[in-house]
């Protein structure tokens, strides 16, 4: 038998490649065993919290993650122990596998999902329904329930096991409490920024903005992550919290935007888009009619990022109290019948210290959110306080639950997922609110800044469940704001030392507002020269709003290409007004013109400005009455215009002469042009040479016609009476030796040097006509 079996194993063996055979072997997975060989999902569970007379409903799966065959199976649920305290509850959320006692008995077998066989692999559904009076429910509060999957297995055959279990939560409440809690909802509308500061379209009316990409338009789709928000969030009863930045750019979508291409061209975005944010913002409207409304400071910058690595560059608090005035109009595109509050500051996480409140106010809140686990209670205080509490300067702390405003922040992509959340929050919800019912306390609950559908509909449906008001009423923020503190409440903000350093590694590094102040000067230079300012104003401000965005933690790299973006863009405007290269120049004379031509590539007139020539060597070329001179341009939208300097010119050689394009202020705008001119004068010494010459031809002249008058007098007397003949001087004979030979006085006058101007013809200018410019072409932009 040895060899039999050993033949095959050593056939086997021959086959295996040397780099199978060198691998290292991998450890078999271990057997799944005892309560964990069946995987128990629970994948709905309703009511969420029950009354009198209802029916509790368990769904869920069976998985079989075993080898061995499972036989005399059943489903049950399980009662536990009443869980007395929110600590209690933390307790149990980290017990894993079947534990008797603290597991408590099965429910009556009637109420079991029977399973005859379940295989390796296998999978089954399952449903329980039970009674809430059979649950044998005892005193109100909280009880630990689980779903227990029972049965036999091939090993183990004699005995029942407990081979899989999952636990819950059931909040048990069937009357209202003495006091209910008053709970604050909030419901965050945030997004990622979806544009930088290009804009295209040549009129005010038309000027449309340049979308990276439709991500947005995923978002606000039907069924997109935005579109759920506001179709859940217009059900509950919530506070909306609303970065104005996604409403702005909802609205740039629903007029007509544009997307980036390639080469720097854009196209338009598709119609169905379009009409996607139009109806967004519709329905987002009819929502928060009469609603309470929190307006964050444009584009939700992080305060605590500003406060640590920012307060100390010039602009950056500057540019946070604009943002911070601007929320309330930007939402006016919502309607007018808001109950719109921009005295909120929500710092990330909640995580405050002194800088980040100090950095808060400065910008004009007067309520900070922040989290109990970044204001925690003392130990001594047996119970959680009331949210609101003041923190000094006339600022108020609304702390928000950090059990209650996290429940949600784990995938939520699997029905257990939510199913257990639900129920974890309701347990909290209720064992909040029985730590002391004599005492009434607000609670607010502030979750992620943008959750994912997944996660709103979950964060709904336990919402849905508090608003049957037993242990739970809501109100709105504001009025949480102004209940009145508990005395035993932790008042004491933590000092910068304290604040989280996961949190800290998330932040805008000071480079970035380093980078932004760069910017915004860059943006102040440029704005001088423009007739209509906002065009380019606007939305570069905006932009650098984006730029300090929460949602731009974990996301460095993003971040910084952002910034590198816009201040890119600015550069780019800031080219379009140029002076147009020149090549190098020839003068003559003792004056001259030098014409410097501007360009304007932008789509609204250039003004405030002057082009300044300057001559580097004066004493040999002066430009007017200094050695620089200046001319005010104002050019117009796509076009050109070129302006003429006179000069002076001292002395013969090359001048380096320098073009600069100055505001009215002096300060320098855009590249200098430098050509080199060679100057050549005409001195006083040529010019006497030259009239010189010229009196010596008329001279020569006038001798010349006197000797004619002369001879002519001569020859008509026939030399003393002589009659004239064919042989008689001036009859065609041979001149007497030593006289002039006669010719036509015509003859006699010299041209004029060629490139002379006509006798009377007004003087020509120093210089000649040859062109000492080059023009370059240049793109237009979208400005």
Do not use: C
Not at 188 to 217: H, K, W, Y
Not at 624 to 645: D, L
């Amino acid at each position: 038998m040895a060899v039999t079996v050993a033949v095959p194993l050593l056939g086997l063996l021959t086959h295996l490649t040397p780099a199978q055979a060198d691998a290292p072997r991998q450890p078999a997975a271990a057997e799944p065993t005892g309560s964990r060989t069946v995987d128990v999902q629970l994948t709905g569970l309703t009511p969420e919290a029950p009354e009198a007379g209802n029916t509790v409903t368990v769904t869920g799966t069976l998985t079989n993650r075993s080898k061995q065959t499972i036989t005399e199976a059943h489903v049950a649920l399980r009662v536990g122990q009443l869980l007395t305290s929110r600590s209690a509850i933390d307790v149990a959320d980290d017990r894993s596998g079947y534990t008797p006692g603290l597991d408590g008995n099965e429910i009556a077998d009637k109420y079991d999902h029977k399973v005859g066989k379940l295989t390796p692999k296998q999978k089954e559904n399952f449903t329980l329904s039970v009674p809430v009076k059979d649950l044998q429910l005892g005193a109100d509060g909280v009880y630990q329930i689980g779903v227990s999957f029972d049965g036999r297995t091939s090993s183990v055959p004699w005995q029942e096991q407990v081979l899989g279990i999952k636990r819950t939560y059931l909040p048990w409440q069937p009357e209202p409490t003495a006091r209910q809690s008053q709970t604050t909802a909030l419901w965050p509308l945030i997004s990622s920024a979806r544009i930088g500061a290009r804009t295209v379209g040549g009129g005010d009316d038309d000027q449309n903005s340049v979308f990276e990409n439709d991500d947005l338009a995923k978002e606000i789709l039907p069924g997109g992550r935005l579109d759920r928000m506001v179709a859940l969030g217009k059900e509950l009863d919530v506070t909306w919290v609303i970065d104005p930045d996604l409403i702005n750019t909802v609205a740039d979508m629903a007029d007509g935007y544009r997307l980036a291409g390639k080469d720097g061209k854009t196209v338009a975005g598709s119609k169905k888009n379009k009409d996607a944010a139009a109806s967004w913002l519709d329905t987002l409207g009819k929502a928060l009619a009469g609603r309470s409304v929190v307006a964050l400071p444009y584009g939700d910058p992080d305060l605590a990022s500003i406060a640590h690595n920012g307060t100390k560059v010039p602009t950056t608090l500057a540019r946070l109290k604009t943002a911070t005035d601007i929320g309330r109009p930007t939402l006016s595109i919502l309607g007018s019948d808001l109950k719109l509050s921009t005295d909120y500051a929500w710092p990330a996480d909640g995580a405050i210290d002194r800088s980040i409140v100090d950095v808060a106010t400065s910008a004009g809140a007067t309520q900070v959110l922040t989290r109990s686990d970044s204001l925690s209670e003392p130990d001594s205080l047996l119970y959680t306080p009331s949210a609101a509490r003041p923190i000094g300067g006339g600022t108020t702390a609304i702390v928000t639950d950090t059990r209650l405003s996290t429940a949600f922040e784990g995938s939520m992509d699997s029905p257990q997922s939510v199913t257990l959340a639900v129920q974890r929050f309701l347990a909290q919800s209720l064992a909040l609110t029985r730590q002391d019912e004599q005492k009434q306390r607000t609670v607010v609950i502030a979750p992620q800044r943008t959750p994912t559908a997944a996660q709103a509909e979950a964060m709904a449906t336990a919402l849905r469940a508090l608003q049957g008001g037993r242990w739970s009423l809501f109100q709105e923020l504001d009025k949480a704001a102004k209940t009145k503190a508990d005395p035993q409440a932790n008042t004491r903000v933590p000092p910068r030392s304290a604040y989280p350093g996961s949190l800290r590694k998330q932040e805008l590094p000071t480079a970035a507002f380093t980078s932004l102040h760069a910017t915004q000067k860059g943006l102040d230079s440029f704005q001088e020269i423009l007739q209509s300012r906002d065009r380019v104003v606007t939305p570069f401000g905006l932009a650098m709003d984006r730029a300090v965005a929460t949602t731009w933690r974990g996301r460095a790299g993003q971040a910084a290409t952002y910034r590198t973006d816009v201040r890119g863009y600015l550069d780019s405007l800031v080219r379009q007004v140029r002076l147009i290269p020149k090549t190098d120049a020839k003068l003559s004379g003792h004056s001259a013109t030098i014409p410097v031509t501007v360009q304007n590539n932008l789509l609204q007139d250039a003004q405030h400005l002057k082009v300044r020539l300057t001559s580097t060597k004066p004493t040999r070329l002066k430009i007017g009455e200094r050695p620089w001179e200046e001319r005010a341009v104002k050019i117009g939208a796509g076009h050109s215009q070129t302006v003429k300097f006179d000069t002076t010119i001292n002395a013969n050689g090359p001048v380096l002469v320098t073009a600069q394009l100055v505001t009215d202020d002096n300060r320098a705008y855009g590249q200098p042009v430098e050509f080199s001119v060679d100057a050549t004068e005409v001195t006083s010494t040529v010019m006497l040479v030259i009239a010189g010459g010229v009196l010596l031809l008329v001279l020569a002249g006038l001798r010349m016609y006197t000797q004619r008058k002369r001879r002519a007098r001569e020859d008509g007397t026939g030399g003393g009476g002589t009659p004239a003949g064919p042989h008689a001087p001036g009859a065609g004979g041979p001149a007497p030796a030593g006289e002039d030979t006669p010719r036509d006085p015509a003859a006699g006058t010299p041209e004029p040097p060629a490139g002379n101007p006509p006798e009377g013809s007004p003087a020509a200018p120093d210089t000649g006509s040859e062109n000492i410019e080059r023009s370059g072409t240049g793109e237009r932009v979208d400005r």
